[in-house]
């Protein structure tokens, strides 16, 4: 099972892609430090994503609160394109 950092970078990366967002567009979306993010959603993430960031992502994309933390082996899930 995967740890719940690893579920919040996952999901992270999934509301990145849908956005056609990088990790310097992610930052200025939610008023973040580029390099503060890039260190938390990077491809070799040396930083968590702390409560208070999952919650302003989740509240700025239009997510129901605890979207971040919801693995995807947990519910059927549909992919159209492959992804």
Do not use: H, Y
Request: proline fraction near 5%.
């Amino acid at each position: 099972m995967m740890s719940k950092q690893d579920v919040r970078w996952q999901k992270a990366q999934e509301l990145m892609r849908e956005n056609a967002l990088d990790v310097p567009t992610m930052a200025a979306c939610l008023g973040q430090d580029e390099g503060r993010m890039g260190a938390m959603l990077g491809e070799n993430p040396s930083k968590k994503i702390p409560d208070a960031l999952a919650e302003q992502m989740e509240q700025t994309f239009s997510k129901p609160r605890g979207w971040l933390d919801q693995s995807q082996d947990g519910g059927i899930t549909f992919d159209l394109f492959g992804a």
